[in-house]
């Protein structure tokens, strides 16, 4: 079982940034996509910003130009750098990878447990 363990929220004042990390657990299955998703009450969880295994990153439009996704594979991480942060931008961040075995067999995707992001203004 994959665990993933995040971290980085908190609340910040509009226009401060915060950088959200996520470990996954183990190290014997890679990861290809890592992403990052937000979800307010009472809307559907987005996904905000993303990187695959080649270094390809994709990003919502809201937070194109003041989000920055970078993973360290080695460590299995995944950071969201946030800045220019804005109060639409509060929510729970939620990390999801996509793991496969080592001969390549897709395992699944987890989520990380959230962390709550807070942008006053």
């Known amino acids: 079982q994959v665990q993933l363990v995040e971290s980085g929220g908190g609340l910040v004042q509009a226009g401060g940034s915060l950088r959200l990390s996520c470990t996954a657990s183990?190290?014997?299955?890679?990861?290809?996509?890592m992403d990052w998703y937000r979800q307010v009450p009472g809307k559907q969880r987005e996904q905000v910003a993303g990187?695959?295994?080649?270094?390809?990153?994709d990003y919502a439009d809201s937070v194109k130009g003041r989000f920055a996704v970078s993973r360290n594979n080695a460590r299995n991480t995944v950071y969201l750098q946030m800045n220019d942060l804005k109060p639409e931008d509060s929510g729970v961040y939620y990390c999801?990878?996509?793991?496969?075995?080592?001969?390549?067999?897709?395992?699944?995707?987890?989520w990380g447990q959230g962390t709550q992001v807070t942008v006053s203004s």
């Open positions: 183990e190290s014997d299955f890679r990861i290809d996509d």
């Open positions: 999801n990878v996509v793991v496969y075995s080592p001969a390549g067999t897709r395992r699944g995707d987890y």
């Open positions: 990187m695959t295994i080649s270094g390809r990153t």
